[in-house]
């Protein structure tokens, strides 16, 4: 059963790696809205809405907005950080993505699809949660709603 609103944000423990995370503490989330974003190599639609995803670090920052990426293998060939890495260049990632490779991540937050994303608010509350690209089309006017921003 997925998540359900309200729920409070599962603990990112567990990862196999990460990158992007210098300075990185998953306890520094506490008191900011925060995008979690599943996606994987092997993902299509992950890909065409990468910029997209990457963009909202940027653009929201200023309101306080914090996105992690948790790539989430779908087939064993997703297994490869290497091509976890290459992504990660092409797509000029820049938010701190975890490597799930044992999905304990993504069994933290009952979750199936890639991308899917999970906004929590300052509280660490759920507040939305999507998948696939026609759920990716309410993620933006959702984070802007959640920070009071005029759409």
Same mark, same amino acid.
């Given at each position: 059963m997925p998540m359900r609103l309200k729920t409070p944000m599962p603990s990112l423990d567990g990862a196999t790696e990460w990158f992007n995370d210098e300075g990185f503490k998953p306890e520094d989330l506490a008191g900011h809205p925060v995008l979690i974003h599943f996606w994987a190599v092997s993902c299509h639609i992950c890909h065409e809405v990468m910029d997209e995803v990457v963009s909202y670090v940027h653009a929201y920052k200023d309101h306080g907005l914090k996105v992690v990426g948790i790539h989430m293998p779908k087939q064993e060939s997703d297994l490869d950080v290497e091509k976890v890495k290459k992504d990660i260049q092409q797509y000029s990632i820049v938010q701190p993505v975890a490597v799930d490779n $044992?999905?304990?991540? $993504? !069994?933290?937050? %009952?979750?199936?699809?890639?991308?899917? =994303? =999970?906004? =929590? !608010? &300052? %509280?660490? &509350?759920? $507040?939305?949660?999507a998948a696939g690209d026609k759920g990716f089309k309410n993620v933006k006017p959702k984070i802007e709603e959640l920070l009071g921003i005029n759409q």
């Open positions: $044992t999905h304990a991540i $993504t !069994d933290a937050f %009952e979750n199936q699809f890639v991308p899917a =994303f =999970f906004l =929590f !608010d &300052k %509280e660490g &509350k759920l $507040t939305y949660r």
